[in-house]
Nanobody, 124 residues
Framework: QLQASGGGLVQAGGSLRLSCAASGSTFSNYGMGWFRQAPGKEREFVAA????????LYTDSVKGRFTISRDNTKNTVYLEMNNLQPEDTAVYSCAQRDGRYHAVTSNPADFGSWGQGTLVTVSS
């Protein structure tokens, strides 16, 4: 089970940190990802991390602004978001890879478990 939190309303240029807490004892064996869905748009990949945290992947629009990280001792993955822009407004969801020790990926079909979303609203 995945529980995302940390969303809210922020002005353009501001920052937020999203958290996704996972239950279970095997969190450290699975890659994790963040996806977002803006109103009227399809879900899109944002960032992903490998099971070890040593490899990360970002969509181009967030490179240099967002950072994904994980703390396997807390069963939590984070998304640090800086210099937020109105186009970042969306519901952000975390997801867990569908297999242990699998390579980092941006394909949502490779994620087997999804948490509920947390809303991020960026005002101009």
């Amino acid at each position: 089970q995945l529980q995302a939190s940390g969303g809210g309303l922020v002005q353009a240029g501001g920052s937020l940190r999203l958290s996704c807490a996972a239950s279970g004892s095997t969190f450290s064996n699975y890659g994790m990802g963040w996806f977002r869905q803006a109103p009227g748009k399809e879900r899109e990949f944002v960032a992903a991390t490998s099971w070890s945290g040593t490899k990360t992947l970002y969509t181009d629009s967030v490179k240099g602004r967002f950072t994904i990280s994980r703390d396997n001792t807390k069963n939590t993955v984070y998304l640090e978001m800086n210099n937020l822009q109105p186009e970042d407004t969306a519901v952000y969801s975390c997801a867990q890879r569908d297999g242990r020790y699998h390579a980092v990926t941006s394909n949502p079909a490779d994620f087997g478990s999804w948490g509920q979303g947390t809303l991020v609203t960026v005002s101009s």
